[in-house]
Every structure is written in C-alpha cells, then in structure tokens.
C-alpha cells in the first residue's frame, strides 16, 4: 500500500483486529493471485507417435561403455556388438572397432577448445553420444553429421521425453535406470544398463588434485571416497577440466525380462578382461 487515508473520531481497535485484518487481505490478494495465473487452455496434450507394435523376438545386443579407458586392456578382443568411449581418450589413437563416442557431461572451455582442435575423431566413429541437448546445437554449429545417442542422464522415462528426442534426431536413447519397468511407443534404438554403477555426481571439485597440489595423479591408480557409514564410492577424475565423477558405491544389475530393448549395456569402471569377459558371458551366454 503506498497511501492510506483514514479520518475517524475516537475510534479504539484491539491489535488482533488489526492482524485479522491483514491476514483476511492477504488470503484475498493470494486468492486473486492464483485465480490470475491458472492456465485457461484446458486442450488434451496429444502425443504424436507411431506405436511399436511389433514385438521383439532377437536377444538384444552387448554394447560396451567405458567409463575410463585402460590401455593395458585390447577391448577389441572381447565379445560385444558396439563401445562406448570417452572423447580425450580417442585422440591420436587408432580406431577401436564399432566405436561411439562419448560427450563429456560438461562441455567448459577446455574441453570446447579440445573438442574443435581434434575434429577429426569424429570422422573416425559409428556415432556420438550426448549427455545434455545443447550438445546438439554444438554438433550442429561443427557441421558434424553423424548418428546421435542419449544417455540416461537425459532422464528419459516416458513417451513425452522419448518424443522430445526423436524430433531432435536422436536415432537412440538410453532408458533412464530409475525405471522397474516401462514400454515406450517409437521404433527408436532403445538400450537399458544391465550392469554397472551410475554416475551419482559430477563436481568441479577434484579431492585428488586438492590433496596432492594437483600433480595429475588421478591418471594413476584407483581413488575412492569413504562415508561416515564406511561405503565405499569410486571417483574418475579429469584432467582436462578437473571435474571428478563419484560413482555408486554398488553395481546396479537388470534382468532384460518384460523389457523390449535392442542392446543390453556393461558400463566398465575398473573391472579386468577377465571380469568383463565373464560378465559378458552371464548376459548372452
């Protein structure tokens, strides 16, 4: 209120008068509020979407995804369909067989620069997975032509989202691992994570390079963070933005039952060959 103009001869009124008052004004002003902004298009939302009505009868594919690669590991040995891996780690090497790269979750400047500077890898690829839409337009703006992919922190979990992504042209998507189970309705590429951890966070904080005045450490051995309730969560760190992914502390494991998928995916953190070898080997026998 800005002027309020009362003229009374020897009027009294008790305070809580007063306060019922304005509480009765301010109920009629959130009231008057609320009324004011209700949306007055009440129009169904219709999906447009063509059903998948045919069911699916070939076992689903392995598809491998690395969460850091290791050298010491010849991936082209083992037996999967498609891998997945890391962008910095596809510079000046040679090809791996049935490659997708990987986006990083975050794109700053650094990695931007690297991006561009190192066009050329994706010449090399099957196709790209992003982890954010505006990777898309960043695709785009490098005239780069190539098959797009969704991962699951893209939180795909209904027709709605699923349709969002098609008309972006993603040809792909993977379903979001909070899901018991779910039926989506497009012929879109669809991949569930059947073993491994989920990626619980991604930090701009770096533990190791804090602890150990940032001497690039992190690209040896294994680092994990300890709870007060003594579990145990993997961390992978990298030194080209310093960011660090903290991982779950347990594997997260799927039956493909009462799931139409057409690929099956091992998400490898610091597992051995012989690990992922046997892995494998459990999911298609």
Aim: hydrophobic content about 35%.
């Amino acid at each position: 209120m800005k002027d309020v103009d009362v003229q009374v001869e020897h009027l009294k009124m008790p305070v809580s008068s007063l306060n019922q008052l304005r509480r009765d004004a301010i109920e009629k002003f959130e009231k008057a509020l609320e009324e004011s902004i209700i949306r007055k298009n009440k129009k169904e939302i219709i999906l447009d979407i063509p059903k998948n009505q045919q069911a699916q009868e070939k076992r689903p594919k392995v598809n491998l995804y690395l969460q850091k690669f290791d050298s010491k590991i010849d991936y082209s040995s083992l037996n999967y369909y498609e891998i997945y891996v890391p962008f910095k780690d596809l510079i000046n090497r040679e090809e791996i067989r049935d490659c997708i790269v990987i986006l990083p979750t975050i794109i700053d400047e650094n990695y931007r620069k690297l991006i561009e500077k190192n066009k050329q890898v994706f010449e090399k690829v099957k196709a790209i997975q992003i982890s954010h839409l505006s990777q898309i337009e960043m695709l785009e703006r490098m005239k780069i032509d190539k098959k797009m992919m969704a991962d699951y922190c893209l939180n795909i979990t209904n027709n709605l989202s699923e349709k969002v992504l098609r008309d972006l042209g993603i040809k792909r998507f993977t379903i979001s691992p909070e899901l018991d189970k779910k039926e989506f309705s497009t012929n879109m590429e669809k991949e569930l994570v059947v073993y491994g951890r989920t990626c619980l966070m991604t930090s701009k904080y770096c533990p190791i390079g804090k602890n150990e005045d940032c001497k690039m450490v992190c690209q040896n051995g294994i680092y994990e963070l300890q709870d007060r309730k003594d579990y145990i969560f993997p961390i992978v760190s990298d030194c080209i933005n310093c960011h660090t992914k903290i991982f779950h502390s347990r594997v997260l494991t799927k039956n493909t039952k009462d799931w139409q998928v057409d690929f099956v995916r091992v998400d490898i953190l610091d597992e051995t060959k012989e690990e992922i070898e046997e892995i494998i080997s459990r999911i298609n026998p």
